[in-house]
């Protein structure tokens, strides 16, 4: 991959130059200290990956993300010190389309190899996605029996998603009548920091999936590890490392599938923003079981990625703004009788 760095500190460069010359496969093709340099030199010659920096002078990582997407779009990374420390602005970047985040690797790290293996990981990843592979669906076992249930919502969203899903989860009512569960690229460094954001946004209560658990009516919660989450027998969750070839991880695919397998009670489909086709198959299968699926328009998708190619397979019932996807729930699942959130109350 051409990749261009975004970084106003000589050591994090030395450390990002030293990293990516391990792997032959990708070069740097230009090096920005702030923001609005990396906007020039992104429209002059656009990368296939940008790795950017939150905390810059003239420009931060966020505003420069947000402006290098809408003028000449390319994969991004958020590669920053301390990231736990920069949720929000994680997420923020996340929410314009950044695809994921990693820290800064270490010049102290004397095996150069080992400081730069969850840089590599993820830039190896990417160049999959970017390279259009295709990610086989994996066969549905015959429904398995499971306790009645009642309606569920599965979300899956990446580049682009946190925002998204801010707006979408933001506009449930406190007494929406289905339980919630959303798959997010994100690495799990960063799934309790992206609940407990969301969390501060919704009237409805956002968590992390729980192993052993089942869904709850008017409770949401996030895949929370790096492992697939999945629905098992009596419609409890797992989280599962197969299958291990998925470039995905967590898989929207590998959820939806599952929710086909051994939800009994009504369900909905929802696929949010993202690059790449993961929840395509998964959303078409859906479709199939005869569940309402709904995906995100090209219009307000800030990567209008994964919901394109579920329009493609002809997965999705209905293709709906963002704005308007909450209301269709709560149509689809009821609620919206106590006119109160988090905000209102506020």
Known sequence: ???????????????????????????IIWVAGDGEQAIRMAATQTPDLILMDLLMPVMDGVEATRRIMAATPCAIVV????????ADQVFAAMGH?????????????????????????????????LNGRAIASHSLTAATPTPAAPRLVAIGASAGGPAALATLLGALPADFGAAVVAVQHVDEAFAPGMAEWLNAQCALPVGIARAGERPRIGTVVLAGTNDHLRLIHAARMAYTP????????????????SVVEHWRGEAVGVLLTGM??????????????????????????????????????????????????AARLV????????????AQDA
């Not at 102290?108 to 293996?117: C, I, R, S």
């Open 97 to 129: 389309g950044a695809i994921d985040a990693v820290d800064t690797p270490t010049l102290t790290e004397p095996d150069a190899q080992l400081a730069a293996g969850p840089l590599l990981r993820k830039l190896r990843n990417i160049a999959r996605l």
């Open 331 to 342: 149509k689809a699942c009821g609620g919206g009788h106590q006119n109160k959130n988090k």
């Open 79 to 86: 590669v920053t010190m301390d990231l736990g420390r920069n």
């Open 276 to 325: 790449g086709r993961d929840g395509a198959l998964g959303l078409k299968a859906m479709r199939d079981r005869g569940y309402l699926t709904i995906a995100q328009d090209q219009a307000t998708s800030a990567v209008y990625g994964m919901p394109k190619a579920a329009a493609a397979l002809d997965a999705a019932v209905e293709i709906l703004p963002l704005p308007r996807i």
């Open 1 to 27: 991959m051409k990749i261009g760095i975004v970084n106003d500190s000589s050591l994090a460069v030395a450390a990002l130059r030293r990293a990516i010359a391990l792997d032959a496969t990708h070069e």
């Open 242 to 257: 197969e299958p291990g070839d998925y470039l995905y991880r967590p898989s929207i695919d590998v959820f939806f599938e």
